[in-house]
């Protein structure tokens, strides 16, 4: 009964909200304008929702939430456009997009591509919103058993699971590769002791590395190179096609939807992790589970199903433990929980009975800004793909301009630029020796959270490595990390394979058949 009550307020709200002309013109401003965010490199989520927070100050707070949380689902959608079309992620969530949407695009079929990408980041962000409107207080007191010791296995696994997934070669070369990113994050002053490490004395690197030129660098340079001098050639669609997803093709992916749709809002719910790991994660388990993994990375409809579907799911989690417990689950809501808090409003166990009603109108808001973002990326896809048709010669540089802008829009630094094109040289040399790129971008990402977790998890315990084995999360993240690895082992493998036959022939002759 209290379920069916909640949804009955739920539904009041959402009609409440619809009533408002002005609500509607916002509501697709901001959703354009967060699209556009993720598509250009350089311009995050986080980004948007920090500068468009200086402008909602003096609106009424349902004004703000709309515009606010608008530009949020657009932007972590957004960066699928560059992804699928021209192999260059716009956001950070959105890399792994780029495994199966451009190789889809390189075969003409980038409308459809766009088209899926945006069905999925549709139906995530809606399933997310039920399970913020359903599950939240469930969901956030698991997150509350996640302390350093977890944490750092989460961003250990993620290193590990995207350099699995992303290998064409061997295995190893993707861990080397993830490392090589963790190396890279830990250049600056470490953030428990502020002691200058890897900086050769040189004040610019006290900071550390910036996510974002490394980002357009590793991703974007690569990518131009290989165009302008290697004689490599763009998607170039002969038709544009069908956008709108057929309905048999979504049914054939609705398990995947489902599966990434939870693994999004369980890992938007752990405090401070995000969307960056929700679309690995989810492409890796469609990847293990599927039939014919071979045919990930080469145009699969699942795995660009898989990720979007959980980056945009992530978006629900990451506000349930913002909401219900005051810590943002991700970068784009800690700028979220800024807003509010200039609004009045102070996010936490205490928000039910200062703010009645307040959670629903949050999820209400999600769903329209859910529409707006398919509306408008069904609007935007195939203006989009028409961006192929322009000659590489003349686009590529104009793209090689906005990778620069990017860079140095983030602080108006010119080090992001001193980063941004060496790091490009070092990308494009390990893609020649078959090293993927993805795992030193997520090295990059989650190199501080594992490094200032783990350093902190060995004060507390006095150096000892005991707590990781008897936490119960933390085995359970143990033990994944250590038969992902053990099963990229050739003996392991065969012997695996040995025993499910074995297994498989004894099934078999128990039931006779």
Known sequence: MELASRFADFFVILVTLLSDPANWVVLMGASILGIVFGALPGLTATLGVALLTTLTYGMPLDTALIALLGLYVGAI?????????????????????????YPMAQRGEGARALGLSTTASFLGTVIGMLCLVAIAPIIANFALKFTSYEFFLLALFGIVISGTLTSTDLVYKGWISGLLGLALACIGRDRLQFFPRFTFDLSVLESGIEVVPVLIGAFGIPQIIRVLSDGEVLARPKNFGRILPELKTISANFKHIVRSAMIGVGIGSVPGVGEDIAGWVSYGAARNTSKHPERFGRGEPAGLVSSETANNSCIGGALIPLLTLGIPGSPPAAMLLGALMLHGVNPGPMIGFERPGFLLEVTAIL??????????????????????????????????????????ALGLNMVNLYLMVPMGIVAYLLVRME??????????????MADENLRRALMVSDGSLVPFFTRPVALILVTVIVLTLLSQVPFVRRLTGRLIGVIGHVFKRGTGS
């Open 77 to 101: 959608y957004g960066g699928s456009f560059p992804s699928i079309l021209i192999n260059i992620p716009g956001t950070a969530a959105s890399a792994a997009t780029a495994m199966d949407g």
């Open 367 to 408: 769903l329209l800004a859910s529409f707006a973002m398919w509306i408008n990326g069904m609007l935007l896809a195939r203006q989009v793909v028409r961006l192929l048709a322009v000659p590489a010669s003349i686009f590529l540089p104009i793209v090689a301009l906005m990778c620069v802008l990017g860079s140095y």
């Open 435 to 448: 090293y993927p790129i993805a795992p030193l971008v997520i090295g990059v990402i989650l190199g501080p």
